[in-house]
């Protein structure tokens, strides 16, 4: 193997529109899918599964938002080939406009009352083409930071998308709020149509943002020296498996708690222990402002101090912070509710979460780190983002036991502090025999 060019540092205007763009973009990618997510959990079992049972509804309605986590590796794999064969930029624009033609569409869909049970169809088609897109653009925006920042900083600039979820998720809720407040009959006659419509403006803006900026240094450096691979998903298994099976099991923890937190206690406080829906969406937007500044901390102090302490103290706290938040949520108390949303989802899930992209990215050679790391995060997010709603709501239903669920995610945590460990690891070995003498001129900090 041929060794990286060293890369010359990127001019800060630069850096700083790439940042931008980045952010932006994940920002309204996770808007689009918080939003599905809070209709899912709200509004949509009356809109698109009204004949069935409640549970029966719910669990369906659930299996529709899991459609998307499922599309989300297919996506990887297709935009992470052409990210790494034509370039980072190219697919962050496509992905994009996807993104925000099937959120639009969403919008437009007519119900069960309209068009009987082709309304399901045509929302789980819709939700299939939303994780394809969302599968090509979490990577391409973390590469697009990752290798435009100096190599002792890039925790810090890979954490800058990694706000977009918080972003865009405080964006999904605020619009979910607002159209709560209106009557019920309103809201699901076309209140509930509004988020999804005003996706349109987001994308724009978006697509503005992203079309100034210039391919990414390290990319350009790769396709220079010829290091393409000509299938860069089969390198990647060939090659890297061991790297891609660790960035699932590390996120595998994370991405359960975070959509369990968003849409199943959202529902279940509503429905069971009486807490308005505005309210624990209110709750969950004053963690979503926290986890902000949090999470770019949490990518700073790893370029400062290393990752492997973050690694154990944020995942044990994050196992921690599920019981509290179930424990806060069975209480029906809504201030102890907002106290454990803005403790627990908002400062302790974020200890380990915003060091994970840059970690996920340097377990990876540029020629496939597109689609190795991709590919990795959406798997993780098939089982533990997926399906973790449906496994929640059949745990209540078959044991009666509320706190079933907080334990089942507590077990994923344990699975993907191990991973992230073992992926801290391997990431430090790869890039000191891929270059010995640059390993050797970084901060300690920066190889931890």
Same mark, same amino acid.
């Given at each position: 193997?041929?060794?990286?060019?060293?890369?010359?540092?990127?001019?800060?205007?630069?850096?700083?529109?790439?940042?931008?763009?980045?952010?932006?973009?994940?920002?309204?990618?996770?808007?689009?899918?918080?939003?599905?997510?809070?209709?899912?959990?709200?509004?949509?079992?009356?809109?698109?599964?009204?004949?069935?049972?409640?549970?029966?509804?719910?669990?369906?309605?659930?299996?529709?938002?899991?459609?998307?986590?499922?599309?989300?590796?297919?996506?990887?794999?297709?935009?992470?080939?052409?990210?790494?064969?034509?370039?980072?930029?190219?697919?962050?624009?496509?992905?994009?406009?996807?993104?925000?033609?099937?959120?639009?569409?969403?919008?437009?869909?007519?119900?069960?009352?309209?068009?009987?049970?082709?309304?399901?169809?045509?929302?789980?088609?819709?939700?299939?083409?939303?994780?394809?897109?969302?599968?090509?653009?979490?990577?391409?925006?973390?590469?697009?930071?990752?290798?435009?920042?100096?190599?002792?900083?890039?925790?810090?600039?890979?954490?800058?998308?990694?706000?977009?979820?918080?972003?865009?998720?405080?964006?999904?809720?605020?619009?979910?709020?607002?159209?709560?407040?209106?009557?019920?009959?309103?809201?699901?006659?076309?209140?509930?149509?509004?988020?999804?419509?005003?996706?349109?403006?987001?994308?724009?803006?978006?697509?503005?943002?992203?079309?100034?900026?210039?391919?990414?240094?390290?990319?350009?450096?790769?396709?220079?020296?010829?290091?393409?691979?000509?299938?860069?998903?089969?390198?990647?298994?060939?090659?890297?498996?061991?790297?891609?099976?660790?960035?699932?099991?590390?996120?595998?923890?994370?991405?359960?708690?975070?959509?369990?937190?968003?849409?199943?206690?959202?529902?279940?406080?509503?429905?069971?222990?009486?807490?308005?829906?505005?309210?624990?969406?209110?709750?969950?937007?004053?963690?979503?402002?926290?986890?902000?500044?949090?999470?770019?901390?949490?990518?700073?102090?790893?370029?400062?101090?290393?990752?492997?302490?973050?690694?154990? /103290?944020?995942? *044990?706290?994050? +196992? &921690?912070?599920?019981?509290?938040?179930? #424990? !806060?949520?069975?209480? @029906? $108390?809504?201030?102890?509710?907002?106290?454990?949303?803005?403790?627990?989802?908002?400062?302790?899930?974020?200890?380990?979460?915003?060091?994970?992209?840059?970690?996920?990215?340097?377990?990876?050679?540029?020629?496939?780190?597109?689609?190795?790391?991709?590919?990795?995060?959406?798997?993780?997010?098939?089982?533990?983002?997926?399906?973790?709603?449906?496994?929640?709501?059949?745990?209540?239903?078959?044991?009666?036991?509320?706190?079933?669920?907080?334990?089942?995610?507590?077990?994923?945590?344990?699975?993907?502090? /191990?991973?992230? *460990?073992?992926? +801290? &690891?391997?990431?430090?070995?790869?890039? #000191? !025999?891929?270059?010995? @003498? $640059?390993?050797?001129?970084?901060?300690?900090?920066?190889?931890?």
């Amino acid at each position: 193997m041929s060794l990286p060019t060293q890369k010359t540092p990127a001019p800060r205007n630069a850096l700083r529109r790439v940042a931008a763009a980045s952010l932006a973009g994940n920002a309204i990618e996770y808007y689009d899918f918080s939003i599905y997510g809070l209709a899912a959990a709200l509004v949509f079992p009356q809109l698109f599964f009204p004949q069935s049972d409640p549970f029966v509804a719910t669990l369906a309605t659930f299996g529709t938002l899991a459609v998307g986590y499922i599309s989300r590796p297919l996506g990887a794999i297709v935009f992470g080939h052409f990210g790494d064969k034509v370039g980072r930029k190219p697919m962050l624009v496509i992905t994009l406009l996807l993104m925000g033609f099937a959120t639009l569409a969403i919008g437009v869909l007519p119900t069960f009352d309209q068009v009987g049970m082709w309304a399901a169809v045509m929302l789980t088609c819709l939700r299939f083409l939303q994780g394809i897109a969302f599968g090509g653009e979490w990577g391409g925006a973390i590469l697009m930071a990752f290798e435009y920042a100096p190599e002792n900083r890039r925790g810090l600039f890979a954490a800058i998308p990694q706000v977009g979820p918080a972003t865009g998720a405080l964006l999904g809720n605020a619009a979910f709020l607002l159209v709560t407040l209106l009557p019920k009959e309103d809201l699901l006659a076309w209140g509930w149509r509004l988020p999804f419509l005003f996706s349109f403006v987001l994308v724009i803006v978006g697509m503005f943002i992203r079309l100034k900026i210039a391919e990414s240094p390290e990319f350009q450096a790769t396709k220079a020296e010829g290091r393409q691979v000509k299938v860069p998903i089969a390198a990647v298994l060939k090659n890297n498996l061991r790297a891609v099976l660790l960035v699932a099991g590390g996120f595998l923890g994370f991405g359960a708690f975070s959509v369990i937190v968003m849409t199943y206690l959202v529902g279940y406080s509503q429905s069971v222990m009486g807490i308005p829906a505005s309210t624990m969406l209110s709750f969950t937007m004053v963690a979503f402002a926290i986890q902000i500044p949090m999470i770019l901390l949490s990518g700073h102090l790893s370029d400062r101090h290393g990752r492997r302490t973050l690694i154990i /103290v944020g995942s *044990l706290a994050a +196992a &921690a912070s599920i019981f509290l938040m179930f #424990a !806060a949520v069975a209480s @029906a $108390q809504p201030w102890l509710v907002g106290l454990a949303y803005a403790l627990g989802f908002g400062w302790l899930y974020t200890i380990c979460y915003g060091l994970q992209p840059a970690l996920f990215a340097d377990a990876f050679p540029a020629e496939v780190r597109f689609t190795g790391m991709s590919l990795g995060y959406q798997l993780a997010n098939v089982v533990g983002s997926g399906f973790t709603p449906m496994i929640a709501v059949w745990l209540v239903h078959t044991t009666g036991n509320f706190h079933s669920v907080p334990m089942f995610v507590a077990a994923t945590l344990v699975v993907s502090l /191990v991973c992230l *460990l073992r992926l +801290a &690891a391997l990431a430090q070995a790869r890039k #000191a !025999a891929e270059s010995p @003498a $640059q390993q050797e001129s970084l901060p300690l900090a920066a190889t931890h």
